[in-house]
């Protein structure tokens, strides 16, 4: 069970914040971080996830040493290093996510591919709905991405439901 879903952006380095600013700005930060980390949760302890890859922190599984434990400032600091790796890539393949009064798609986005992986993103219905300009459509694609290990999880069921309400936000 997660441990405590809460953020401390001031307990970190700032080096993985910055990096985040610099890929998705501040606005769209200050809800992609949250959002991330209430539906990861927090586990300072590696563990293996449902399909069983060693995970720890906020859902981070780049060099996860199984048995080491991490700090909170450490696992604040991944949290933003991964938001920054996986923006990165979908800001290329949706660069319209990247335009003003886009915070909210991009959020959402970077939530979803922080779940599926940027190629899953990129290769999605979602991608390419919003592509052609189809917002809300694209938001409504998220919905897809709701199984694990090949059956259907509650939990991403109710994640994504999340994503789709922030990434509607704003569209008419």
Not at 28 to 37: E, G, K, M, N, Y
Not at 123 to 130: E, G, K, L, P
Request: proline fraction near 5%.
């Amino acid at each position: 069970m997660p441990q405590n879903n809460r953020i401390e952006p001031m307990e970190a380095p700032k080096s993985g914040r910055n990096k985040a600013v610099a890929v998705i700005g501040a606005a769209a930060l200050a809800v992609t971080a949250p959002l991330i980390a209430k539906w990861e949760g927090k586990r300072n302890d590696p563990y293996l996830d449902i399909v069983k890859v060693p995970t720890v922190c906020y859902g981070d599984t780049r060099d996860v040493t199984m048995g080491k434990r991490v700090s909170d400032a450490e696992c604040t600091d991944r949290l933003y290093r991964q938001i920054a790796d996986h923006a990165a890539p979908i800001v290329k393949c949706v660069p319209a996510l990247r335009q003003p009064g886009r915070e909210a798609q991009l959020a959402a986005s970077v939530s979803l591919t922080y779940n599926i992986g940027t190629a899953g993103f990129c290769r999605s219905t979602a991608a390419r709905r919003f592509n052609a300009g189809d917002w809300r459509g694209g938001c409504q694609a998220f919905m897809m991405w709701t199984k694990a290990g090949g059956r259907t999880v509650q939990g991403l069921v109710n994640r994504r439901r999340d994503e789709v309400k922030i990434c509607m936000t704003g569209l008419s």
